[in-house]
């Protein structure tokens, strides 16, 4: 079974601190996907990233980074120099990678980060 | 944009009644999904559609049925809807291959009273 655990229910911060969302997942497939969804408050789910579990590279996009560790089954998200418009509830999500089939996306609790001016 | 339309986007029905909640897609993608998203427990999936006439059952599916008589629309029924099914409800479709990925609808905010 697939299981993904974002242990951070809330975290608050001073906008232009560095935050970092923690993901940590389970599963027996040896290949995978590995997303990140922002849900601001107006209530969409957008697209932030996907990552192929071959791929442990670590990924910039602006003040966005992401470092995968497969070793330790974690995906965690950082954003530096935080603005307001950050303020979202963020989910880390899971899906196997074989492209034939229903492949499920099993999503974490997500965690709700305000940044306060 | 996949071309996602959920309806209604809000709702509000009594206890017993059934619910019956569209998804509309303008791409042609065979795999689609129903979540819902509670507090505490992130998204969960209710029920997918693999084709046409093809679904299966999700993490949280009592209480729920779907149906797919056509690939653009998959629906999404609560037979007699409980206070524990207040929820937003949000559809989705995978993409294939090189653009790997899943894109969510706006989502369905249902409340039984």
């Known amino acids: 079974a697939q299981k993904v655990t974002q242990a951070q229910t809330e975290i608050s911060v001073v906008e232009k601190e560095d935050v970092t969302l923690d993901c940590v997942y389970e599963?027996?497939?040896?290949?995978?996907?590995l997303f990140w969804y922002k849900q601001p408050p107006s209530g969409e789910l957008v697209f932030l990233i996907r990552?192929?579990?071959?791929?442990?590279q670590n990924e910039i996009s602006g003040r966005y980074s992401w470092n995968f560790q497969k070793s330790t089954s974690s995906f965690n998200f950082t954003i530096t120099a935080s603005q307001v418009v950050d303020s979202a509830v963020y989910f880390c999500?899971?899906?196997?990678?074989?492209?034939?089939?229903?492949?499920?996306?099993?999503f974490g609790q997500g965690t709700r980060l305000t940044i306060n001016p | 944009d996949a071309g996602i339309t959920q309806s209604p986007r809000h709702k509000v029905t009594e206890t017993g009644t059934p619910v019956t909640l569209r998804c509309h897609q303008t791409?042609?993608?065979?795999?689609m999904y129903w979540y819902r998203q509670d507090p505490g427990h992130g998204l969960r999936l209710i029920h997918y559609?693999?084709?046409?006439?093809?679904?299966d059952k999700g993490e949280v599916s009592d209480g729920y049925s779907v149906s797919r008589s056509k690939t653009e629309d998959f629906l999404l029924t609560l037979e007699s809807a409980t206070s524990s099914q207040t929820s937003v409800y949000f559809c989705a479709i995978r993409r294939q291959i090189l653009s790997y990925g899943y894109t969510f609808g706006s989502g369905t905010r249902l409340t039984v009273v």
């Open positions: 559609s693999y084709g046409v006439k093809d679904t």
């Open positions: 791409e042609n993608h065979r795999y």
């Open positions: 999500a899971l899906s196997p990678s074989i492209i034939q089939g229903a492949q499920k996306l099993v």
């Open positions: 599963t027996r497939d040896t290949t995978y996907y």
């Open positions: 990552r192929n579990s071959f791929d442990e």
